[in-house]
């Protein structure tokens, strides 16, 4: 099914870990970004890409790095996680011509300990 | 982009129309009003969005007000499907746009039987 694809769905790191959180588009579409939700709280902009090949940073992008690897890939690393991080992750996408608005993945549920 | 002001929560009976206020009295003349839902953490949805006519689709009508300082978002006929977090957001659309959403703290609208 075409689709926004995340993992993993869950994980668990310990304080200082690294891992990256992968996130494939299959509808051909340009811009991509990374949201984080807090318990309680809206969505905020992590880093976004407007197009393959760019990255700019969002409202909280501190801790964060991001890699636009192709048109179809869009990852995100936690290079030391802490418990701050502690959230659930989505990433999306848009088309060029925004006719439909931005499609989500499912998120990936991490927690620091 | 402008900012927007929701109800907190809002209740709707089964199977009434559930009518979600929203103001966005700083809005600019290119910018659009969009409408998304996120059910129990899932990834959030596109509902709709409008510049100054009044939209409808399949899921749901959207009535912007002629000085487009508010708008409503008409689910006809709600479900307990329906119950969900809704978010209002008003940003310009099209290319030339880095296409950032940003998401406030939204309405949680409970359908109750």
């Known amino acids: 099914n075409a689709g926004v694809t995340q993992t993993p769905k869950f994980q668990v790191l310990k304080t200082g870990q690294s891992m990256t959180l992968q996130c494939a588009q299959d509808?051909?579409?340009?811009?991509m970004y990374w949201y984080r939700q807090d318990p309680g709280m809206g969505l905020r902009l992590i880093y976004y890409?407007?197009?393959?090949?760019?990255?700019d940073k969002g409202e909280v992008p501190n801790g964060y790095n991001v890699s636009r690897l192709n048109k179809r890939e869009f990852s995100l690393r936690l290079e030391s996680a802490a418990p701050s991080q502690t959230s659930v992750y989505f990433c999306?996408?848009?088309?060029?011509?925004?006719?439909?608005?931005?499609?989500f993945g499912s998120g990936t549920r991490l927690t620091v300990v | 982009d402008a900012k927007t002001t929701q109800p907190t929560s809002m209740d709707c009976a089964e199977g009434r129309a559930a009518n979600l206020p929203c103001n966005h009295s700083?809005?600019?003349?290119?910018?659009?009003v969009y409408w998304y839902r996120q059910i129990h953490s899932q990834g959030p949805q596109y509902i709709i969005h409008?510049?100054?006519n009044n939209e409808t689709n399949e899921m749901a009508s959207l009535i912007i007000t002629e000085d487009r300082k508010s708008s409503t978002l008409i689910l006809p006929h709600a479900t307990l499907r329906d119950t969900a977090v809704y978010y209002c957001?008003?940003?310009?659309?099209?290319?030339?746009?880095?296409?950032?959403?940003?998401f406030g703290q939204g309405t949680t609208l409970q359908v109750k039987p």
């Open positions: 890409s407007a197009s393959e090949g760019t990255t």
């Open positions: 999306a996408s848009i088309p060029v011509d925004r006719s439909y608005g931005y499609t």
């Open positions: 700083t809005i600019s003349g290119n910018e659009y």
């Open positions: 409008g510049l100054k």
């Open positions: 509808m051909n579409h340009n811009s």
């Open positions: 957001i008003v940003r310009v659309a099209f290319s030339g746009s880095t296409g950032k959403l940003i």
